[in-house]
Structure formats: C-alpha cells, structure tokens
C-alpha cells in the first residue's frame, strides 16, 4: 500500500501544488482544510481525503495524523496586523501538530515548511513567528525524523504575493525597491514540491534545517531579474527607484486602514524592513547533499510559465 501523507494548508498556494505532486507521485494524502475553506476542496481531486479542522485544534489534527506516514506541514500565515495573527498558525500550529504526532507515537516524519525569514526574526513578527514555529518542532519532535525546510522567494502559477511585481514588469515599470546590492534567491512552486518528495523518500538525516532556492548562485539583484523580465517580454522595462520614506508611509497607512478594518495587509512597515533587508540568498548545498535534489526551472522560464507564456 502507498504510503499515507498527512498535508496541512493543501487549498494554498504552496499547499496546492505539493498536493497535486504527492497525487501524482502515488501517494495516498489525507488533508486538513479549515471549515470556510471546504469549497474550495469540490475543485481537487477527489482522491484525497479530507478532514475538516484547523491545525490548532487537538482532535482535528489527531485524525489527520493517525496511520500517516509522514506530515507535511504547508499550512502559514503570511499577512497580517498583529504578531497573534502570525504566531496562531506559524507558532501554536506547528507545536499542535508535533504534540499530537508525539502523542501517537506513530514514527511519522514531519516536515515543516519555514521560509528564508526565519534567519532573521528581528526584522518582523512574519519572520519571528516562522523561527519560533521551528523551534517549537525542535523542543517536541524529539526522536522523530524532522526536517524544515526554509524556500527562497516562491514564485509561480496561483502565486498571489510575488505576481503583481510581475504583472508590473510585464506592463513596462519595474519598481526597484531597496539598494543595488541587495540580493534574493527565487524558487519556482515545482522545484519546491520536487524537493519535498525527495526529502520524503530520503532514508537521512534524522534531523535538518534545508535552504532551498533555484541554484543561481548568489541570488538576483533587482537590475538582474528586471533584465530576465524584460528578456521574456520582449521590450524594455523602465525601472522606477521607490522611495525609501514613500513605501513606508504607505505602509504605515495600509497598516491603520487594515486593523479598521479588520484585514490582513501584506504591505506593512515590517515587510518594508523584509523588503530592504540587504540579503535573501539562500545555500542548497545541505539539501542537495541529503537528498540528492536538484533544481530544474530557471527564473526565465518559471516567469513564463507564471506570466501564461509557456
């Protein structure tokens, strides 16, 4: 019998597209989906096995657990006006999640999905809340097999935060944010679903802390990938310098209008300190060396294919 994945956060972005790698690797998945979500279940397969719940909830996520082989923890919180509203999925769902796996005493490997962020906490409650998420799968995973997993900049079809930056590129205007040398390393959705499975089906380490990005090294400058965007556009893109003072004003007054308003913003003046930290370049080597995985989609062609040009 196939193994069984349990997979948190299966109707997002990142979530969605692991899912339909496991299908199609021979999986058997049971995914958990927050109740206001099950809508969004009628158009994925039908072979997956759903439980309705929320990752911090002891009962829903014990019946996700039991009989599966490995968890796969997708489920994250990247917008939002408070810390609380990072740390209730980022934090408390990943200790529900590993407590529940202890409790059953099952030997299931657990797999969190982190973000390059959680190198530097000090910069926002975004990155605070996934360094404490990993910490709380260090301090109760004990003798399980473990790994986080800490992807680069994800981009790709179904994205919703990185596609508006390209969607102006395409336009012809690229805001530049930040000074030249700052650097970011990118990852298409694909090459992270490929390392997933390659870390699922790695006999070790037991334990690992995994950087992933697409093996350009040393990252992009923003010159670099606005010259790869205007390549698969054909034309030239103006770039356009955004003020430093400008980005965080705006920011500040998304931040007020979002807790009026009760939203979750994603421009807020911590993803401002995000945005112009100096470097977000990531090191395969560790991965590559436990698995054997290799990135296969450059950012030229993973850009096509989210722009609906490949």
Not at 299 to 306: H, P, V, W
Request: aromatic letters at 8%; charged letters at 15%; proline letters at 6%.
């Amino acid at each position: 019998m196939a193994p069984t994945i349990a997979l948190t956060g299966a109707t997002g972005f990142i979530g969605g597209t692991v899912l339909a790698w496991l299908i199609g690797a021979g999986y058997r998945v049971r995914a958990l989906v927050r109740p206001a979500s099950l809508y969004k279940c009628r158009h994925l397969p039908a072979a997956v096995e759903w439980i309705s719940g929320d990752c911090t909830e002891d009962a829903s996520v014990r019946l996700l657990l039991t009989g599966a082989d490995a968890a796969v923890h997708c489920a994250g919180v990247v917008r939002g006006a408070t810390p609380n509203a990072f740390n209730r999925v980022n934090v408390d769902g990943t200790a529900c999640l590993v407590q529940n796996a202890a409790a059953l005493a099952n030997n299931a490997k657990i797999l969190l999905l982190s973000s390059l962020a959680a190198r530097e906490p000090r910069l926002s409650p975004y990155a605070a809340s996934k360094l404490a998420g990993e910490e709380a799968l260090r301090h109760h995973g004990g003798d399980f097999f473990w790994g986080i997993f800490r992807p680069a900049a994800v981009y790709g079809p179904g994205d919703r935060e990185l596609l508006p930056f390209f969607q102006a590129m395409f336009r012809g205007v690229a805001p530049v944010i930040g000074l030249p040398s700052n650097r970011v390393s990118m990852l298409h959705v694909d090459d992270l679903a490929a390392a997933i499975l390659a870390w699922l089906r790695s006999p070790g380490p037991n334990h690992g802390v995994y950087e992933v990005h697409d093996g350009h090294s040393q990252g992009y400058s923003w010159r670099e990938i606005i010259d790869i965007v205007a390549s698969c556009r054909g034309k030239r893109v103006v770039r356009m310098p955004v003020p430093v003072s400008l980005l965080q004003f705006l920011a500040q007054l998304n931040l007020a209008v979002a807790r009026l308003s009760g939203r979750a913003p994603m421009l807020t003046p911590w993803k401002v300190q995000e945005l112009l930290h100096n470097d977000w370049v990531a090191d395969n080597a560790a991965l590559e060396a436990a698995t054997g995985w290799r990135p296969t989609v450059s950012l030229a062609a993973g850009i096509r294919q989210t722009m609906g040009l490949a």
